[in-house]
């Protein structure tokens, strides 16, 4: 992608992030985030190869389908990415969002830089960068540790973005792709869920709000009111 494309993406997310109440160096709470923007988002169980889906109706009404199979962390990434869809990208139309196979058209392109920049700021990550390894010394896996949960990303796009910005070389990137994700969490002392799947049937938004009016204003029985309330699913654990 050429400078002058990415430095329009970054402006797109400077004022995104100013729109939605963000500094330009704060983590995103991703679940906060998408009931502040009324973003209705279900997560479920999808194939493999398919990370999520995003809608938009001509009332503005905004849906967000997530692959919950799928790790926390590239499904913080397919967040960020349907949000260049449904808040950025001039007449979006429904489409999946496949995993990366290398044939990404150039709207899909844009999606994945503007996650990349929305989850993971410059500023935000020089702040946490040890003074040494910012003035020339080699960014350290404690380092790499710290930022990914900071931002809860995936190691992958975090190494993605951190050689993106001049701060690790490709043959740094390469290295630390080979470092076992899992068993390098542990040892530094950090939780594994980031790099697990999660949410299963979880769902973000007024969903059922919107069920409760229709049935407290007579449009559903509570036959179909009931209905609604299983789709959301309660009883099944959260993870």
Same mark, same amino acid.
């Given at each position: 992608? &050429? =400078?002058n494309q990415i430095k329009l993406i970054e402006q797109q997310v400077v004022k995104f992030r100013?729109?939605? #109440? +963000?500094? *330009?160096?704060?983590?995103? @709470?991703?679940?906060?985030? +998408? !009931?502040? !923007?009324g973003v209705i988002t279900v997560f479920r169980p999808l194939?493999? =190869?398919?990370?999520?889906?995003s809608l938009k109706d001509t009332s503005n009404h905004r849906?967000? !389908?997530? =692959?919950? @199979?799928?790790? &926390? #962390?590239?499904?913080h990434f397919t967040i960020a990415h349907e949000l260049y869809h449904l808040f950025i990208? %001039? =007449?979006?139309?429904?489409?999946k969002c496949l995993?990366? *196979?290398g044939t990404k058209n150039f709207i899909?392109?844009?999606? %994945?830089?503007?996650?990349?920049?929305?989850?993971?700021?410059?500023?935000?990550?020089?702040?946490?960068?040890p003074q040494h390894e910012l003035t020339g010394g080699e960014v350290s896996l404690a380092t790499i540790l710290k930022l990914e949960h900071y931002f809860s990303v995936s190691r992958r796009a975090l190494l993605n973005r951190l050689n993106n910005l001049s701060l690790i070389t490709k043959s740094e990137k390469e290295s630390y792709f080979q470092r076992p994700v899992q068993q390098t969490a542990r040892e530094y002392g950090y939780d594994t869920a980031l790099y697990n799947p999660g @949410?299963? @049937?979880?769902?973000?938004?007024?969903? #059922?709000? &919107?069920?409760? *009016? !229709?049935?407290?204003?007579g449009n559903i029985s509570e036959g179909h009111y009931l209905e609604f309330l299983n789709k959301l699913d309660y009883g099944t654990d959260k993870d």
């Open positions: 992608m &050429k =400078n100013q729109k939605v #109440g +963000l500094s *330009n160096t704060e983590a995103i @709470n991703l679940k906060s985030l +998408l !009931l502040k !923007l194939s493999d =190869n398919f990370s999520g889906m849906f967000m !389908l997530i =692959n919950c @199979n799928q790790p &926390k #962390g590239r499904q990208e %001039d =007449n979006p139309k429904p489409h995993t990366d *196979n899909e392109q844009q999606a %994945d830089m503007f996650a990349s920049i929305l989850l993971m700021p410059e500023d935000g990550i020089i702040q946490l960068l @949410n299963k @049937n979880l769902i973000i938004g007024d969903f #059922g709000e &919107k069920a409760r *009016n !229709l049935f407290d204003n």
